[in-house]
């Protein structure tokens, strides 16, 4: 009789964090904003969908320390998620944000034992170098 406290039918939520693509504030923030009010959140995440550079994107936020365990917002943003992104924004703050789901990594068995894999900070260096961070 444990387990009749739980609801048998909802799984487990899936386990991911969220990496920073790009965050803009200011003019540079003005034009997204433009593009959520005059067509809506789904062309402005497509629009900053352009900054998301795959592989070179995920090391860059585990390396500057930009991935969260939930998406960062303050009081006033406004959030949306697809499948793969979230955005915030705020109009009276002028800024913008798009995020990256990335799935946590599930733990494998190394020699009997679990063991988490993580990138090596040189490699993850030497793929940020010249990167520009919008």
């Known amino acids: 009789m444990s387990a009749s406290g739980r609801i048998a039918w909802h799984p487990a939520p899936p386990v991911s964090r969220w990496g920073s693509v ?6 540079d923030a003005d034009e997204v904003l433009a593009i959520v009010d005059r067509d809506c959140t789904d062309a402005a995440i497509e629009h900053l969908a352009g900054f ?7 090391q860059a936020a585990l390396v500057d320390g930009y991935v969260y365990d939930t998406i960062p917002t303050g009081p006033l943003d ?5 499948i793969a992104y979230a955005l915030t924004y705020n109009h009276d703050h002028g800024h913008v944000s798009l995020l990256r789901a990335h799935p946590e990594p599930r733990e494998r068995k190394v020699g009997g034992a679990a063991a988490r894999t993580a990138p090596s ?14």
């Open 22 to 27: 790009v965050f803009l504030q200011g003019q």
């Open 52 to 58: 998301d550079m795959g592989e070179e994107t995920t």
């Open 78 to 82: 406004r959030t949306t998620t697809t």
């Open 121 to 134: 900070r040189s490699l993850a260096q030497a793929n940020t170098r010249g990167r520009r961070r919008g």
